[in-house]
């Protein structure tokens, strides 16, 4: 199965047990707290927060999403910053029991992955906070498992550095971990739960690609590690909490299931290949990167995945309306295209070539995504405008880079460099260590004091003066 067969039967799959399909949000969102969608829950907040939703109790929808934290991680085997996330959501209609359920048979009698490949994760619970261990969910994947003739027991590993030293052992199936891995709630942790807000304890699904892809760096293989092996293919939140205005976490009436799963992950397990930029939407784009580079994936996989991901992130955020810029979402945009042209000109690529990407892109996500055919145009030429822009910058900052090379770059370099030739700090920091530059330890902070600084003359040389802001002191 390809990307559009998993996503047209999943929708489907969902339809036929009740779930009513919405219309994904725009990756650019109406809450001005965030820059961007990341999650398909994040336009249904409102909702789990306990507003009726007029399609009803049962909703599904597959929800383009971007999360710009994760541009540092683009370059591993399966980090993406622009990605499908298929979801479903029960407010109050049904909860642990169908919705484990419901995942496992979508993922092992619709798309055939193999159950004896599959594992999961819950939470241990929290005794100082006067909450139980999930044992309910535990129990339902236990009895899942054992339908489906795979041994399921149960470990409880605690946290993830506890499960690099431990491992796992013959047998077990169910892993057990704290708050940092299994608890669920929009201040990102349990004790940063909001008071009034509905919370829980969320359950993870993986797929184990074999012990021949685990990278022994990370310690021992277990799902929640980060060596390679194990991937996470999907997430349900159950939100059976909330927590009161003096800390404590007291039982909802209404229970809610929140669940996402990536549609790239879950198409990279059904190749049984971890690598997700071997794909049917992405493989194509490196195909392109190969011929325009004349070099081969193998030779230098991490230059081209940043330059695949990016560029696509880019193509969807055009088509949402985003124009590079130096503020917020263009920004974000901005500084995409631009690691791509600098990871380009590590392949020597001089040319132009977003273009080619850009038609490629929308090729592949034109049936399903209609608005990048109808949008062709503005946003190939977007790209192109962005491209030749930075790369006359490009040039001119990479011979004043080489100035320094074999030296020790300053917090006051790199802002020299960003600021008088647009070089972003991330291309400066990756491209001075391939030149054999150091960095300094405290650039960090220097090049802070540096944009201080300017800010500073900048409003003294403003036509409203230093003492335009009213002194409240």
């Known amino acids: 199965m390809n990307v559009d067969d998993i996503r047209r039967a999943y929708l489907q799959f969902m339809l036929e047990r009740g779930h009513v399909r919405i219309r994904p949000a725009s990756l650019v969102p109406d809450d001005t707290t965030t820059l961007f969608t990341s999650s398909g ?3 249904l907040l409102s909702f789990l927060l306990g507003r009726p939703h007029p399609d009803g109790t049962r909703l599904t929808d597959v929800q383009p999403c971007l999360r710009a934290q994760d541009i ?3 370059g591993d085997n399966r980090h993406t910053t622009f990605f499908e996330m298929l979801g479903n959501w029960s407010l109050g209609a049904y909860f642990k029991e169908q919705q484990i359920r419901q995942f496992f048979n979508f993922l092992t009698d619709i798309i ?3 159950p004896a490949r599959l594992y999961v994760t819950c939470f241990q619970g929290d005794k100082e906070q006067g909450i139980a261990r999930d044992d309910e969910a535990a129990s339902i994947w236990q009895k899942v498992f054992e339908e489906a003739g795979v041994e399921a027991r149960i470990a409880v590993i605690g946290s993830q550095q506890d ?13 057990f971990y704290d708050a940092d891995q299994n608890w669920w709630s929009r201040g990102g942790s349990l004790p940063g739960t909001p008071s009034g807000d509905p919370c829980g304890p969320d359950s993870e699904v993986f797929f184990d690609f074999g012990p021949q892809h685990h990278d022994g760096r990370f310690g021992l293989a277990h799902p929640a590690s980060d060596g390679g092996r194990f991937l996470e293919i ?3 939140v159950f939100m059976q909490y909330r927590r009161e205005a003096d800390g404590s976490f007291v039982p909802l009436e209404r229970r809610d299931v929140d669940f996402g799963a990536g549609l790239e992950r879950i198409a990279a397990a059904v190749r049984d290949d971890p690598d997700i930029y071997r794909i049917d939407v992405l493989a194509p784009l490196i195909r392109t990167v190969e011929a325009i580079a004349s070099t081969s994936y193998d030779s230098d996989p991490t230059t081209m995945r940043i330059i695949v991901d990016h560029v696509r992130g880019a193509v969807f955020l055009a088509a949402d309306g985003v124009v590079p810029s130096n503020k917020q979402q263009g920004y974000v945009m901005r500084r995409l295209l631009r690691r791509a042209i600098a990871a380009a000109r590590r392949l020597d690529v001089t040319d132009h070539f977003f273009s080619r990407l850009t038609d490629e892109v929308i090729r592949n996500y034109a049936d399903t995504y209609p608005q990048l055919a109808a949008r062709r145009e503005s946003i190939t030429h977007l790209l192109d405008m962005e491209e030749k822009a930075f790369r006359h910058t490009l040039d001119s900052g990479y011979r004043e880079l080489q100035r320094h090379t074999g030296t020790t ?3 006051q370099d790199i802002f020299h460099l960003s600021d008088t030739f647009g070089f972003p700090r991330d291309v400066t920091l990756e491209e001075a260590r391939r030149l054999g530059s150091a960095i300094d330890a ?4 220097d090049f802070a004091n540096a944009l201080e600084a300017q800010r500073r003359q900048s409003r003294q040389h403003s036509p409203l003066g230093a003492g335009s802001t009213p002194d409240t002191k």
Request: aromatic residues 6%.
């Open 112 to 114: 055939g992955l193999d």
């Open 41 to 43: 829950m994040q336009s």
């Open 442 to 445: 405290e650039w960090d902070s």
């Open 163 to 175: 499960g690099d030293r431990r491992g796992i052992l013959p047998g077990e199936r169910i892993f």
């Open 409 to 411: 770059l300053s917090g």
């Open 72 to 74: 540092d991680d683009v």
């Open 234 to 236: 999907g997430n349900q």
